[in-house]
């Protein structure tokens, strides 16, 4: 079946125009096209981001100064910020592996709009670069940290300018994608195609694209107040001129909480999509795991002002948002039940994207268990703004969207270059990569509780012990990233070749050809399964 | 070969614009938020910097709106009868309706510069801390929507053109109606900015 005498030209060969090379790209439509722009970009800044960490964690290695100074130290984890959370994070899976597989999995040709899809490409493009330009103009690079929390931010002689505004324009961005997914799950969907047929990794994008547009405008309003601010000086959260630097805060996290599942809801929906997969199994509570994705849409939305514990609340607030931060827990630990629930009993295959699924399993639930922490404001008051956070949120983020990043290039990688990698290096990789995230974050829970501040440049000698094991443990996290990067693209270069459906999986995308045409489909998609019933599903190496 | 597939979908366009306006009014819920916080910190100073504004000037501008809106609704209901002149000539009037606005609000703006009312300026720091505040939302969320006549206008540039060239036609006349719903927004805006800044205060 792999070998269709009359196949249709692969949409590397057809661009659907007749422009050639750099430009059939550039100025392309096509949504897989598009996926993969966004891919190599985010892949290209990932690295880019990764190497700004290494560059913290060396200057952490001792106390006092080691490889720079302390400003440069203040620019370094501002900008590792901005690149890692509006860069990387934020379009990685909606915006690159969403573009790539989203409309094959409803049947469709392409997105609802896919001139605006394009737009959406360029503006990101535009926000990176600007994001990078403003390292290298003006005053200096931005030292606020990526939130530009004010007063520090209206008054610092960085080039907060353009980091803002490259802020802004990212965020339009997202916006796009998210409106053009929505468009195409509720106009696109192929005959046949019902609600409850829709994989769940379409599933959540649909709630991360409800959230990106009704948070991202939020957080364009509130960036664009920074400029203004700075510009003309109202002092809208200035004390000096009657202003409030708390309505800032919220503003912020108003979006920036909700952020948050914009970055973890889609990894969420790969895992879905990957663990029924491999467990031969059709998932357990499909409806669950779709409607706790709306739920933590919604309710991820009110719990903002956890991160405002400390910052003077009244304590009716706290409680308020305390408990609301527990319930959506509820949802997220649905999904987790799910998950084991269908591995349960499964005549489970062992593939990397299944042991890269379950690495994201493990280390969203440490750091989603350690969130509850923080999201009790009585412990909260002790841990804020101490590496506990940091390494919270990296268990959540790296951990979680990263991995589930990892989990969905080695999932769809091969359906869309058609070629599969060395899947014993890739496991190898993965064992790399877990024990020096590991290593890596581990030690910082602990100094964290202790006491050690985020943020900071020098340190106690108490702290030495913990940091040192972390800067140890990110060359090995290095380490295990090469090796992944470098064995994905020696697969899509030289690997074995491989037919439709190489991992035996049921949603619509394995049922085309691998890499697919211009338009995906060769044929009808054949709507009549359902998207995890493996019954009579031939695995197509 | 190239297989590429035209796809018209009207209900998609106008599912895809409404959830765009849906943005555009939480990018100004933002600002009104502050409003309102800001106003029950300092509700006497607003009231007293509120009386500086012109009342007249701001109905006037109201009115010229609302007129606006109407006529893109008129251009609108033309092209649907198929009458293309009266289409592309109410969209003008359209645009020309925005300009007058844009004339009103500067004049509004020059003569609050000269004054002294104008952000960092030496007469609004001796004022009180909440008059500052006031004129400095008031400067922010007008000229944001100031920003968003233009927008329109723009936008309304464009679909001169295109019912020009037939782009937007009886039969297909998404665009122009989606160009008119974000007119009717930026007019939507303003119908909350005009009490909250000229009548309540
Ligand atoms: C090799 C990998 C990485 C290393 C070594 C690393 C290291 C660090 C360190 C040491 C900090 C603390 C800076 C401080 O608070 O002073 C930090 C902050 C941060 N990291 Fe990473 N990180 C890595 C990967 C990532 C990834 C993959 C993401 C996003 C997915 C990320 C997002 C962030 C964010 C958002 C901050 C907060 C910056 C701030 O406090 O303003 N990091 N990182
Ligand atoms: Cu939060």
Known sequence: MSNDATALPSFFEDSGSDRKGILSWLLTTDHKRIGLMYLYMVLGMFIVGVCLGLLIRLELIAPGKDIMEAQTYNAVFTLHGVIMIFIVVIPSIPAAIGNLVLPIQLGAEDVAFPRLNLFSWWLYLTGTVLALFSLFTGGGAPDTGWTFYVPFSEFTTTNVNVAVLAVFILGFSSILTGLNFITTIHRMRAPGLTWTKIPLFTWSLYATGWIQVLATPILGITVLLIFVERVLGVGLFDPNKGGDPLLYQHLFWIYSHPAVYIMILPAMGVVSDIIPAFARKSIFGYKAIAFSSLMIAFAGSLVWAHHMFTSGMSDTAVLIFSLLTFIVAIPSAIKVFNWVATLYKGSIIVEPPLVYALGFIFLFSVGGLTGLVLGSAGTDIHVHDTYFVVSHFHYVIFGGTGFGLFAALHFWLPKFYGRMYNKKTANWAFGILFIGFNMLYLPLFVIGLQGMPRRYYDYLPQYQTGHFISTVGSWILAVGLVIMFVNLYRGIRHGKKVGRNPWGAATLEWQVPSPPPLLNFDKEPDTSGKPYSYKGVERDE | ?201
Request: glycine share 8%; no cysteine.
């Open chain 2, 1 to 201: 070969m190239s297989n590429t597939h035209v796809h018209k979908d009207y209900h998609g366009a106008k599912l895809g614009m409404w959830l765009f306006l849906f943005t555009e009014v939480l990018l100004f819920g933002g600002l009104f938020v502050l409003y309102s916080v800001f106003l029950s910190k300092y509700p006497l100073e607003f009231h007293e910097a509120g009386k500086e504004l012109d009342v007249v000037i701001g109905t006037l501008n109201t009115v010229v709106l609302l007129v606006s809106s109407y006529f893109v609704a008129l251009a609108i209901s033309f092209i649907q009868r198929g009458d293309k002149k009266k289409a592309v000539l109410f969209t003008w009037l359209t645009m020309a309706m925005a300009l007058m606005f844009l004339v009103n609000k500067f004049f509004e703006w020059k003569a609050k510069f000269s004054h002294g009312i104008y952000p960092t300026s030496p007469h609004l720091a001796d004022l009180p801390h909440g008059e500052n505040i006031f004129f400095g939302l008031y400067y922010i969320m007008t000229g944001l929507h100031g920003i968003h006549v233009v927008i329109g206008m723009t936008v309304l540039g464009f679909m001169v053109n295109f019912l020009r060239r037939d782009i937007i036609t009886q039969e297909d006349f998404v665009k122009l109606e989606n160009a008119g719903l974000y007119w009717h927004i930026v007019d939507l805006v303003w119908i909350f900015l005009f009490p909250l800044f000229y009548l309540v205060l």
